[in-house]
């Protein structure tokens, strides 16, 4: 899938700049950013990143 490639990309360009993907420890006690939960890197991407990205292309 599209989305696949594009985390791919993005494990590519982390790995250039010597981080591993991760994801926050603390998502509680922020109220205005993306916190939901994630069982990987990859899915907390998914879920707080590009499913709201692509959902506000299409409605705009």
Known sequence: MVRDAIYEKFEALADEFGTDPSM????????HIP????ATPSQYWKT???LPFMDHLLHE
């Open 24 to 31: 926050p420890r603390h998502a509680g006690r922020h109220r």
């Open 35 to 38: 916190n939901a939960p994630g």
């Open 48 to 50: 707080n990143m590009y």
